[in-house]
């Protein structure tokens, strides 16, 4: 049975805050989980804005951004703060995937069925690759040089080879999938299968595909993975729950806020974020204990969430009003 972890953390209303800042009654001041660094504008919509998921590289400091309305990739240097370029042409993006090689990703263009490996310092498109069904979720397999993408409509993986731009393997998947996250060590995929409240775990070599039962899990969609502690966060319905992967027992559950989609880890001080956009806040776990430490409101449609562990800087997307919002953990 599931132990579940349910003390919550909400952010106090404004005119209670102010109260205890100017040491209203015998209370101290309030330490919220992340300070407001500001927030990078994005390039304008001609349609009311959407966006999907954000993905952060650290060897070049960039910050990626599916901009889904604008069928396009915002490129933003997280150093200058700024929009370095956007690549055009990519049909209802949904998510970049990094590549062993800095300037070359991977991009699912759901609109289209095609996935498109991009060269980014030379803004050029190396390939297009066909896939089944439309392509959503995607990551890479350092260990096979191949990015693994979920689709939807067909329900199942693709995987893709870097080097040759051929699908090398298709993977049926008991149902459709949400997110994904590949274990960088161990040549497996998680994939969040949301109508079938369930976990899959693909292995990347020999297309065997199995089913964590650690946890009772409703409609996943968010999901991250600690290749250190072997632990596998799930988000579903106002929840993240937990899993020793490696014995497949649920560690808890976690409040969060509710509509949850990505989440991200910071391996610098073992904390998990959730984009919450049904809530428009983020909430912030302990990986190590498990405790909840705290809620910040990011505005409508905060749905992507990214984190550069050097710096401990944490980007979230607050759609409606075209931005990236920055904050900085703690």
């Known amino acids: 049975m599931m132990s579940a972890i349910r003390t919550s953390f909400r952010l ?9 800042l100017a040491a209203c009654g015998n209370s101290g001041p309030i330490s919220l989980p992340l300070t407001d660094r500001g927030n990078i504008q994005l390039p304008a ?30 490129i933003v240097d997280t150093n200058g703060r700024k929009v370095l370029a956007t690549i055009a042409g990519i049909s209802g993006v949904k998510q970049v995937a990094l590549t062993a090689d800095p300037d070359v990703v991977f991009a699912s263009a759901s609109a289209s069925g095609e996935v498109m490996l991009i060269d980014t310092r030379a803004m050029k498109v190396l390939a297009k690759i066909s896939v089944n069904g439309s392509p959503d979720a995607i990551d890479y397999d350092p260990a096979h040089d191949t990015a693994v993408v979920a689709s939807v409509g067909a329900k199942e993986l693709s995987l893709i080879d870097r080097t040759t731009h051929k699908v090398t393997s298709t993977i049926k998947l008991p149902g459709a999938p949400e997110l994904l996250t590949v274990d960088p060590k161990g040549g497996r995929a998680f994939v969040s299968i949301n109508d079938k ?10 297309s065997q595909v199995t089913e964590l039962r650690g946890c009772d899990i409703k409609a996943p969609t968010g999901i991250a993975y600690d290749s250190d502690q072997g632990r596998l966060f799930v988000a579903d319905r106002g929840l993240v729950s937990v899993i020793d992967v490696v014995i497949d027992k649920c560690l808890g559950s976690v409040d969060i806020g509710n509509g949850v989609d990505q989440i991200t880890l910071n391996t610098h001080l073992h904390h998990l974020y959730t984009a919450n956009g049904g809530s428009r806040n983020l909430s912030v776990i302990d990986t190590i204990s498990l405790q909840p430490r705290g809620e910040v409101g990011t505005g409508p449609s905060g749905d992507g969430v990214a984190a550069d562990p050097a710096t401990d800087l944490v980007y979230v997307i607050v759609g409606r009003a075209g931005i990236i919002a920055v904050y900085h953990d703690p």
């Open 45 to 74: 919509d001609t349609t009311k804005p959407l966006f999907d998921l954000l993905t952060f590289d650290g060897r070049r400091n960039l910050l990626y951004v599916a901009h889904t309305s604008n069928n396009a990739i915002d």
């Open 197 to 206: 409240d369930e976990v899959a775990v693909v292995d990347l070599v020999t």
């Open 12 to 20: 106090i209303p404004p005119t209670l805050l102010a109260c205890v």
